[in-house]
């Protein structure tokens, strides 16, 4: 293991400046190279929300990797706070599921039970005590179900602030530099090409998210990421006004300090488009109405658009190329991206570091989805 080994970070999203920061403060020299400016794939329209026993319903694996990287939050949130000097949005007043058929109740409740048994705290609360918790909740609920864990942070000044501080210890991004092709160099290095150069790294870490395909990895199969846009409004309501995130069949709302209520989210397979719909602007009013009807005076003061980077499993791939000596990858954090992100970190800083094995890589091995 180097002390102080070089690494190159493709792509400048919530993932590509995290991981930034904390390789250039474990002692990496550390370039980020991205195509636009940080924060503007998909992290820019993220709702921010940490829910993973909303979001992980399904998925055993998720679900369990999203309740490790919920723990990390509260430390990898303080550092960020200490090392970059920028305030960030950081909440942890739970969300208030609202059950609008006689299924949802039946669903929240067997939730519930199964949350209790494995020690995580929820609560039922039937609407006669709506007005304890989100007085402004639809009255035609049937009951909600509150999981106090849960909260919400701000993406992009999260990732703004992970840059900030990543440059303090030293990092160096060049942006508007899109990478081309990632190859193995000798004595195991490996090396970008990118804009008419080529650099040389002990490690570099494709964290390019839905563009992650369309680097050239030499030797390798195309890394299986596909763009899933997703749609959001915001809105502006008066502070205080939805007090915690409110989740219903078709949208979430996500309140901010100053009354700014965003709205999401659409899931689209439109490929690499990135422009907004009238059709799901409209179709987000109705989603934030049907949760709280006083929305409805509510103006839409922006629309924001953003490609989720979907993996063949919903599952990020992380981990070390089979291929190419020094290769990690980190993408495909599909609509988990911010939730995972401490742990994203912290796996990444591992394998850089060479820190052992942690069992979370079993499940998000990139040799799963062919010769990566
Ligand atoms: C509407 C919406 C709501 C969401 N809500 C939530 C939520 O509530 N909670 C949650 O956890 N997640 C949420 N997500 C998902 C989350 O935003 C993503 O998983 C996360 O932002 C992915 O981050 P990333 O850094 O991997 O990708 P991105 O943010 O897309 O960053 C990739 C970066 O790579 C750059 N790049 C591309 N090609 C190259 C290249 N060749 N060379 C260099 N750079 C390149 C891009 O310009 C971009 O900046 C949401 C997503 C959307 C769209």
Redesign the pocket.
Same mark, same amino acid.
């Given at each position: 293991m180097q002390v102080s080994p070089a690494v190159i970070v493709?792509? =400048? &999203?919530?993932? $590509?400046c995290t991981v930034a920061h904390q390789l250039a403060r474990s002692g990496a020299k550390v370039q980020v190279?991205? !195509?636009?400016q940080?924060? @503007?794939? #998909? !992290?820019? =329209?993220? #709702? $921010?929300?940490?829910a993973p026993y909303i979001?992980g319903h399904e998925l055993g694996a998720l679900r369990s990797l999203g309740r490790r990287s919920l723990d990390l939050f509260d430390p990898f949130i303080s550092q960020l706070r200490a090392d970059s000097g920028h305030d960030l949005i950081y909440r942890r007043t739970g969300t208030f599921e609202l059950a609008l058929e006689e299924t949802d109740v039946d669903r929240l409740r067997r939730l519930s039970s199964a949350l209790s048994a494995s020690g995580v705290e929820s609560r039922w609360v039937p609407p006669a005590d709506f007005a304890k918790y989100e007085p402004l909740a639809s009255p035609a609920a049937l009951g909600a179900l509150l999981i106090p864990t849960h909260g919400?942070v701000g993406?992009m000044a999260v990732t703004l602030a992970a840059a900030a501080a990543a440059q303090k210890c030293g990092a160096h991004f060049r942006t508007e %530099?899109?990478?081309?092709r990632v190859f193995a160099s000798p004595m195991g290095r490996v090396g970008v090409e990118?804009g008419g150069t080529s650099w040389q790294a002990d490690h570099v870490v494709l =964290? =390019? &998210?839905?563009?992650s395909s @369309?680097?050239r990895v030499e030797g390798a199969d195309v890394v299986p990421v596909k763009p899933i846009?997703?749609? %959001?409004v915001q809105l502006q309501a008066e502070p205080g006004a939805v007090q915690r995130v409110i989740w219903g069949p078709a949208g979430y709302l996500v309140p901010w300090p100053d009354g700014a209520v965003l709205v &999401?989210?659409t899931v689209e397979d439109v490929g690499f488009d990135e422009s907004h719909t009238e059709e799901a602007v409209r179709g987000l009013q109705a989603a934030a109405v049907a949760l709280v009807p006083s929305l409805a005076n509510a103006a839409v003061t922006s629309v924001? !658009? $953003?490609?989720?980077?979907r993996g063949p499993d919903d599952l990020p791939i992380l981990g070390r190329s089979a291929v190419v000596p020094g290769l990690i990858y980190a993408?495909a954090?599909?609509?988990? &991206?911010?939730? %995972?992100t401490p742990l994203t970190v912290r796996l990444v800083d591992d394998l850089v570091f060479d820190k052992g094995s942690d069992p979370a890589l079993r499940d998000l091995d990139p040799a799963r989805h062919g010769r990566l």
């Open positions: 493709i792509g =400048a &999203g919530v993932v $590509g190279l991205e !195509t636009r940080p924060g @503007q794939g #998909a !992290t820019r =329209a993220s #709702a $921010g929300i940490l979001e919400f993406v %530099l899109g990478a081309i990118a =964290a =390019a &998210g839905s563009w @369309q680097i846009r997703g749609q %959001l &999401g989210s924001r !658009t $953003g490609l989720r980077p993408t954090h599909y609509r988990n &991206g911010v939730l %995972l």
